[in-house]
């Protein structure tokens, strides 16, 4: 494993916490570890056109006083939420504490991320930075992720989660959240039930299938961590859908790669593959497509070395990774404003309340997930 490039103090630097704050004088500070002897003449920071969901985010241009600077002369900084309602969400569940330790600890590691250049957390006062390489031309799909670039990316998850199969060091790491951290998966718990007024609001009883999986998981959750540390386990991403991950451009150009590791699991990888399939393709793509995908991810797994974990594996796998996506879909949609959301899937003609509520739910039913639970 290798750490995050830069290895000044944290107590050495102010933390940015808006992008008037990253200025030359801090970027040869926090980059002087690989400068080489080169500088920073002039930074210009800019708040990027797309804010996050959970962060903001501002776009760097760089300009190096030597021209033989291997640094690249655009870059991102993830900076922890200024929307106070965001920020407290971050600090319940530890999103930046964590990403923070994941890009200390795993950028570098041959894994499909950006490479990220410094990173800073304050447990105090919440705020952070993430500085990371500049993707483009690679581009995010977002939400219109097509069913070619959902084949790539399990493809290239296999290869990740065949890395770290069933390795110690993910149970130890502070950076990985664990499955037998019961604390944690209460407060999700709380975070889950007190969603459910909140979805039927906006959806009536079109979830109603989702509220009883809701309801079991809180009722059945000692059994249910029990149950998972039964179960194979490696490096997932935990939120993977299309909005985190970049594709190369249609020349061909970029790379494929993830972003926003803000609670990585210690967990099945097949977690990352219902989120896929939930958030990335609406109803009749995933019906039509999903048994060839979820072939390839299995094929991928097992060429990379992972031996023994077929489909019926996967099966139990899937219906956990799907009341997964599903509660992280409740939670999200009781704490983000939907008036954001809805405008993100319109910009690609998509009904929000399908994207975040409907295909979940029409999953969890396909999949008998509470029945499943009932079983534990």
Not at 68 to 77: G, H, T, Y
Request: aromatic letters at 10%.
């Amino acid at each position: 494993m290798m750490q995050a490039e830069s290895m000044v103090s944290d107590h050495e630097l102010t933390i940015p916490t808006c992008a008037k704050d990253v200025t030359a004088q801090w970027l040869n500070r926090v980059l002087a570890p690989h400068l080489a002897g080169a500088r920073v003449l002039g930074a210009k920071a800019c708040p990027f056109s797309e804010p996050g969901q959970t962060a903001d985010v501002v776009e760097i241009w760089l300009d190096y006083d030597s021209a033989s600077c291997v640094l690249p002369d655009r870059m991102i900084a993830k900076l922890a939420a200024s929307d106070p309602a965001t920020r407290d969400m971050c600090k319940i569940y530890g999103h930046f504490e964590k990403e923070v330790s994941f890009y200390q600890n795993f950028a570098g590691d041959d894994l499909p991320i950006a490479r990220c250049f410094h990173t800073q957390f304050d447990p105090e006062t919440h705020d952070a930075i993430i500085l990371l390489e500049h993707l483009a031309p690679s581009y995010s799909p977002s939400y219109a992720i097509s069913v070619e670039q959902v084949r790539t990316a399990f493809q290239q998850v296999a290869r990740m989660h065949a890395r770290w199969w069933n390795d110690g060091f993910l149970k130890q790491d502070p950076a990985i959240v664990q499955l037998d951290d019961i604390d944690r998966w209460r407060t999700v718990a709380s975070g889950v039930v007190a969603a459910i007024d909140t979805v039927r609001s906006l959806v009536g009883s079109q979830c109603e299938a989702s509220v009883e999986v809701m309801t079991l998981y809180e009722q059945r959750l000692e059994d249910l961590v029990q149950f998972w540390q039964t179960r194979p386990f490696t490096l997932s991403h935990a939120d993977f859908h299309g909005k985190q991950m970049f594709f190369p451009n249609d020349e061909g150009k970029g790379k494929f790669a993830l972003i926003d590791f803000q609670y990585p699991l210690a967990g099945p990888g097949v977690f990352d593959v219902s989120r896929l399939l939930n958030l990335g393709l609406a109803a009749d793509q995933r019906t039509a497509s999903q048994t060839q995908l979820i072939d390839g991810y299995l094929e991928a797994l097992a060429a990379n070395g992972v031996e023994n974990y077929g489909s019926d594996d996967f099966l139990i796998d899937h219906k956990l990774g799907t009341m997964t996506t599903q509660i992280i879909n409740f939670i999200a949609v009781n704490q983000t404003d939907p008036e954001f959301m809805a405008k993100e899937c319109a910009e690609y003609g998509l009904d929000w309340k399908d994207v975040w509520l409907l295909r979940g739910e029409a999953m969890l039913r396909e999949l008998e997930v509470a029945d499943f639970l009932r079983a534990i």
